[in-house]
């Protein structure tokens, strides 16, 4: 399945899309990434914008997970997390 030019073709079913469905655009919509030829497939779950289809690849997060954690040598890549602590640590609530 192709879409006319000018337009994006989605995969997968979320955010009221449709799967195999035609939409306006020169990229893809958020909750999705580009795998290539105009194709967009979901992002995962906790990904708002991401580069590919891992927890570990969102490039922007939903406010039920603020935090973008990034990966070692990843550039913009990593994890949204309810805490911008690192691992062995917590948010004590101050802050700071």
Same mark, same amino acid.
């Given at each position: 399945?192709? @879409?006319?030019?000018?337009?994006?073709?989605?995969?997968?079913?979320? %955010? $009221?899309?449709? #799967?195999?469905? @035609?939409?306006? $655009?020169? $990229? @893809? !919509?958020? $909750? %999705?990434?580009? #795998?290539?030829?105009? =194709?967009? =497939?979901? /992002?995962?779950?906790? @990904?708002? =914008? /991401?580069?590919? !289809?891992?927890?570990?690849? /969102?490039?922007?997060? %939903?406010?039920?997970? !603020?935090?973008?954690?990034?990966?070692?040598? #990843?550039?913009?890549?990593?994890?949204?997390?309810?805490?911008?602590?690192?691992? =062995?640590?917590?948010?004590?609530?101050?802050? #700071?």
């Amino acid at each position: 399945l192709t @879409c006319d030019e000018g337009r994006v073709l989605i995969l997968d079913s979320k %955010f $009221g899309y449709t #799967s195999n469905m @035609c939409i306006e $655009g020169q $990229g @893809c !919509p958020v $909750g %999705f990434y580009d #795998s290539g030829n105009g =194709r967009c =497939r979901q /992002c995962h779950q906790d @990904c708002k =914008r /991401c580069g590919g !289809p891992a927890n570990s690849q /969102c490039m922007e997060c %939903f406010a039920d997970r !603020p935090y973008l954690v990034l990966a070692d040598g #990843s550039g913009e890549e990593g994890e949204c997390t309810k805490s911008n602590c690192s691992e =062995r640590y917590y948010m004590d609530g101050n802050n #700071s």
